[in-house]
Structure formats: structure tokens, C-alpha cells
């Protein structure tokens, strides 16, 4: 597998398949799931619980085995059927989703709990360096209760990258954090995670999250990648109507509900129809709302769909006002109609 640039992924999973054995046969939790990773890159599976995120990380990591496919890590076959490398030698560290630390050890013994096989002096300093990234250089003596949740995410981070894994494996690592500190600590993490030239994949049910962390972003449903992509291709090409419904606020709509002689159904973002005057397209305003830096309103067209719409100055504000809408200009995302 090689990369859109042609270079060779650090991490490439070829229709991977992962399952369970059950009453009759096998339970399959993950199949035909396929992406590459680049040095340097984040990537980011995303989707609802139950969709098969954590057991992919676990299959790279090598918890779990490989039923159909194949995982190769820098360029090295590392997982295939009946043939597994043992996760202690595959160089891939993982954060888990409730850290995990040991609360019987410093900040410092979590930190170098991976390092026991370098000698004191190196270890001591690789700890040191760790802490001093992620901005907990005065911390090296507290131990994990002593500290905010941001802090421990941070003490996670250090320790799984002390050991300098080919790649970093972050099982939604912010889901014990409230909204404040998610949005800010992923910023953090994702420049932390630039600082050390680390390769990563995280899993999130959040798109806000994804959307700040990640270089490409697969969605995922029933156990299948719908789309590996950029976060801006996903939210402006989706390739496939689930991802067009899950990404984003929008509305799948009957061509004819905004002019188009086709059996076809259209996404409206909120910023693809606009309030004017003269507008071929007619709605009755049902509720508006101001989101920063401006208002939505939820309009009702007269075709009976409901879809949201960026409201401009002008535009009236008031529940029942009929309002005037043109299409934006600009390519429309469309899918056959169902």
C-alpha cells in the first residue's frame, strides 16, 4: 500500500478483519478495514460506540488476532492469520481511555515504567525530558491522585512516549475530561504530539475532537472505514451518505425541494442556502437561535423538509416569518435519491 504522496506508510492495515468465535460461526467485529498512515501523521477513526474503533487499535497493538488481512508497521508484515508478532516487540505504545497510571508510583515511576532496561542515568534523564515536554517538570515527585485530570492525560502521554514508539495508539483520551478542557487539551496534545515527530491514531465518538486532532480521519460504521479522509473532504466530499449525515449539521433533501428536475437528494449545509429577497427558494422561519458569530434558523421549506440555515443580517428573526432563499454558489454535494 503506498500513500496518496507515494511514500511508504509507517503503519498500513490491508482489508483487515477482526472477530470473535460464536454460536455459529464468526462474530465480525471489524472487516474489510483499510488505511495508511504516514511518519508524522495523526490519524483518527471515528463513529459511534460500537462501531469497532478500540478493537482496531487493539488488533495493531496486538491484542487481539487478526482474522482476514494483514498490519504492517514500517513496512514489516506485524499481524496476519496465524502469524502475529508479539506486541511487546512491535514499538507501538498505547494511552489508554482511563490512563491507567499506577497510583502507587510517583509522576517520575510512571513516567519511566517502560524504561526499566535502560540504566539509571539515562533513564532519569529520558524522565526528566519527558516531563519538561509536557509541561510537568515540577511534578516528577507527586503521585496520580494529586493531580487535575488534565495532568494525569499529560502523565499518560509522557510515559507511553518515553520508550520512542514507531507509533502511538490514544484510545479516546479525552473522555474523561469536561468540554473546557477537551477542546484546549487537544490543541495541546496535537502540538505536543507534532514536537516529538510522533505518528498517531486515536479513536473519538467527537468530531470536534477528530476535527482538531487529526491529519486524516476515517469514519466508520459497522465495523467498516466509509471514508479515510482529510476533515475538510469529509465535511465538504462526503463520499457516502452516512458520512454526509454524520459529519457536520446538515440535511439530505429531494432535489425538487430546491429546484432540481432530478431524482436526486441534496446535503444542505447550513451555509448553502442564503436569505434573499428575490430567492426562488420559499421557507417559514420556525426557530432561530444566535451560535457566534451569527444566528441559525431552522426553516421549514415549502416542500416540507427542515434544514438550517446561516441567517445574514437582514434576514428576519422572527418564528413564522416567511422567508426567500437562492441556492449559495459553489458545487452541490448529491447523492441518488432513495
Not at 514489516?76 to 508478532?85: G, K, N, S
Request: net charge neutral; glycine share 12%.
Amino acid at each position: 500500500m503506498r500513500t496518496a504522496t507515494g511514500a511508504a506508510p509507517l503503519l498500513a492495515l490491508e482489508r483487515v478483519r477482526v472477530g470473535y468465535p460464536a454460536p455459529g460461526g464468526l462474530h465480525v467485529v471489524v472487516d474489510e478495514l483499510s488505511l495508511a498512515l504516514r511518519q508524522g501523521e495523526i490519524g483518527c477513526l471515528l463513529g459511534a460506540s460500537g462501531c469497532g474503533k478500540t478493537t482496531v487499535l487493539r488488533a495493531i497493538a496486538g491484542f487481539e488476532p487478526v482474522r482476514a488481512g494483514r498490519i504492517l508497521l514500517q513496512g514489516a508484515v506485524v499481524a496476519e492469520p496465524r502469524r502475529a508478532l508479539a506486541p511487546e516487540r512491535r514499538r507501538v505504545g498505547m494511552m489508554f481511555q482511563d490512563y491507567a497510571l499506577f497510583p502507587h508510583l510517583s509522576v517520575a515511576g510512571n513516567v519511566g515504567f517502560g524504561l526499566r532496561r535502560l540504566r539509571r542515568a539515562a533513564r532519569e534523564a529520558r524522565v526528566a525530558a519527558m516531563l519538561e515536554l509536557v509541561g510537568l517538570g515540577g511534578a516528577a515527585a507527586d503521585y496520580p491522585h494529586e493531580l487535575s485530570g488534565g495532568q494525569q492525560q499529560r502523565v499518560a502521554l509522557a510515559r507511553a512516549l518515553a520508550p520512542e514508539p514507531a507509533l502511538l495508539l490514544l484510545d479516546e483520551p479525552f473522555s474523561n475530561l469536561d468540554v473546557d478542557t477537551r477542546g484546549r487539551l487537544a490543541h495541546e496534545l496535537r502540538a505536543l504530539l507534532r514536537a516529538t515527530g510522533a505518528t498517531a491514531l486515536l479513536v473519538s465518538h467527537d468530531q470536534a475532537e477528530a476535527f482538531a486532532m487529526a491529519d486524516r480521519i476515517g469514519v466508520m460504521e459497522r465495523g467498516r472505514i466509509l471514508q479515510w479522509d482529510s476533515a475538510e473532504a469529509l465535511y465538504r466530499r462526503p463520499a457516502h451518505r452516512f458520512v454526509a449525515d454524520f459529519i457536520g449539521r446538515g440535511a439530505l433533501v429531494p432535489g425538487t425541494a430546491v429546484g432540481l428536475e432530478a431524482e436526486l437528494e441534496v446535503l444542505l449545509r447550513p451555509e448553502c442556502l442564503l436569505h434573499d429577497p428575490e430567492g426562488p427558494i420559499r421557507g417559514v422561519l420556525l426557530e432561530a437561535g444566535f451560535r457566534g458569530p451569527g444566528y441559525v434558523g431552522s426553516v421549514r421549506l415549502d416542500s416540507g423538509e427542515v434544514v438550517e440555515v446561516d441567517l445574514a443580517e437582514a434576514a428576519p428573526r422572527e418564528p413564522g416569518a416567511a422567508l426567500a432563499l437562492r441556492l449559495a454558489e459553489g458545487p452541490l454535494v448529491t447523492f441518488p435519491r432513495q
